[in-house]
């Protein structure tokens, strides 16, 4: 596979990696303010960070030997799809707090105000960074123990289109 350089610390095919599932993780974030699919959605884009981890290493061609470099890779990658999701979830969190604006506190009825809602996307936002770089770290483990030639032959020709179009 085509290595990074070790000594790079923002590898072509990492910060492509990271906006790319940063992208669909937004939409998964978007997606979830949906009454009770938000949970199908929540759970599709923990599978998103940990797959966006799994193609990393993938890429860059992780190893046990290079453990570290495969933490500084899927970090990074963590890092910039998690800025990317936590905007698209702390829109999603603002855009539920209009949707469903009337919170009952035991029978109070509360409005959110202006507050609440910079708390909300603040929260959503930084979640969603801390988020990815824990499950693109996942990710980027498994792979080193769990090699893409043990997959599944159709899951396999997935994953070298992916790895195809993040090198480009």
């Given amino acids: 596979m085509n290595e990074a350089k070790s000594s790079e610390l923002f590898p072509k095919p990492v910060v492509k990696a990271g906006f790319v599932f940063g992208a669909a993780s937004a939409v998964l974030n978007l997606l979830g303010v949906i009454p009770i699919l938000g949970i199908f959605f929540s759970l599709l884009n923990w599978v998103v960070g940990v ?7 993938s890429t860059v061609g992780g190893s046990k030997e290079k453990l570290p470099d495969v933490i500084k890779h899927t ?3 963590g890092v910039i799809a998690g800025l990317v999701s936590g905007f698209g979830g702390g829109v999603a969190s603002v855009l539920n707090g209009l949707l469903f604006a009337r919170v ?18 603040i929260g959503a936002f930084v ?3 801390v988020g990815m770089v824990i499950w693109n770290t996942v990710g980027g483990v498994i792979q080193v123990y769990y090699t ?15 790895v195809a179009f993040l090198k480009k």
């Fill in 51 to 57: 797959a966006s981890g799994y193609v990393v290493v």
């Fill in 75 to 77: 970090v990074v990658t």
């Fill in 104 to 121: 009952s506190f035991f029978g109070v009825y509360y409005t959110p105000g202006l507050a609440d809602y910079i708390g909300w996307f």
């Fill in 127 to 129: 979640w969603g960074v």
């Fill in 148 to 162: 893409p030639d043990k997959l599944p032959a159709s899951v396999r020709v997935q994953l070298d289109k992916v």
